[in-house]
């Protein structure tokens, strides 16, 4: 077992455990589609600048990419442009605003017990693609996993399990609805990140999730300039810059730096070094520091629905993990 590579991975589940309890202080003074698009336009600039200082070294490609020499030269074909563009909209702008509005009206603790569904969704859509096969173990895992999800979002459950008293349903639906969102993403993401090289890939996906953020944006302003929907009192920060406290700075900063380009990195620099099952088994482990920073920070109740949904979850992704695992071993390639 590579130590570097799994030290990559908990920490990134530790950074996105905590990015639901960061995000509570940013978007009380700010709009939650200016924080994805300030994320965004983060991530485009640092993945751009590694690109540009790592273009054709070993840290920009897979282990299955092409010759940089051979890219430059035929260019990036107009379909794998396409391919790209589907990719962030699916991994970046529908996922990420999702979540974000979500957020307000939801709790912290909640979206990370809905985060390890991510897994599940991604077998089901991979079946459904034609890109893994279905077994009687899968179908275990997914309904263990549906069985969680449901408890948590139940609307006819007495969880009230928001801060305050303000969680809403629809913010938890919302929630999942951003899961499955990532979730289709991974299920198509394959060949471009071999053809291009991680980094370049990693740019493209942030350049093209940058340009449909702001695309939402203008339209999301122009209708609320008609009166067509509730105009919020501002689409960037609710008060002055002079005005905002230390806690939204610290969480942006977070944001940014921990949850965006550490996280985003450090994940793909260590899938390619370890088993896939292993990225599945570490997911779990967000749920688990989510709920206890989301407890020690926010003060969010825990209740028993929440407990008992998450145990399904958690149990359906281990599941999971254990088939790939068992996938994975020598002696069971050879009797395929």
Wanted: hydrophobic letters at 55%.
């Amino acid at each position: 077992m590579q130590t570097p590579a799994v030290l990559a991975l908990l920490l990134v589940q530790l950074l996105f455990g905590a990015l639901p309890v960061a995000s509570k202080f940013v978007l009380a003074h700010a709009h939650p589609l200016f924080v994805v698009t300030l994320r965004s336009l983060f991530a485009t600039v640092f993945f751009v600048l590694l690109s540009a200082l790592f273009s054709g070294s070993k840290y920009s490609a897979g282990h299955d990419a092409q010759p940089e020499s051979q890219i430059t030269k035929s260019g990036i074909p107009f379909s794998v442009h396409m391919r790209i563009l589907v990719l962030a909209f699916f991994g970046i702008t529908f996922n990420q605003m999702a979540l974000f509005i979500a957020l307000p009206s939801s709790s912290a603790a909640v979206t990370s017990i809905i985060s390890p569904s991510i897994a599940l969704f991604t077998l089901v859509f991979s079946v459904l693609l034609g890109r893994e096969s279905f077994r009687l173990i899968s179908f275990f895992s997914i309904l263990l996993g549906g069985a969680g999800v449901f408890m948590v979002v139940n609307p006819y459950s007495q969880t009230a399990h928001s801060m305050a008293g303000s969680g809403e349903h629809w913010a938890d639906l919302l929630n999942v609805l951003s899961a499955a969102s990532y979730a289709f993403y991974l299920a198509l993401v394959s060949k471009p990140p071999a053809r291009l090289g991680t980094l370049r890939f990693s740019a493209w996906f942030f350049v093209y999730g940058l340009f449909m953020n702001l695309m939402v944006m203008a339209v999301y302003a122009k209708i609320s300039e008609f009166g067509w929907i509730a105009s919020p009192v501002s689409l960037t920060l609710s008060r002055p810059v002079a005005d905002l406290p230390l806690s939204f700075w610290n969480g942006l900063l977070f944001l940014l730096l921990g949850a965006t380009a550490m996280t985003y990195f450090l994940n793909m620099w260590a899938i390619q070094r370890v088993k896939p099952s292993l990225v599945g088994g570490f997911v779990c482990l967000q749920t688990i520091f989510g709920l206890f920073l989301s407890g020690k920070i926010l003060n969010e109740p825990l209740t028993r629905n929440m407990i008992h949904g998450s145990a399904l979850i958690l149990c359906g992704v281990l599941l999971l993990a254990f088939q790939h695992y068992r996938d994975s071993k020598p002696e069971a390639q050879v009797r395929l």
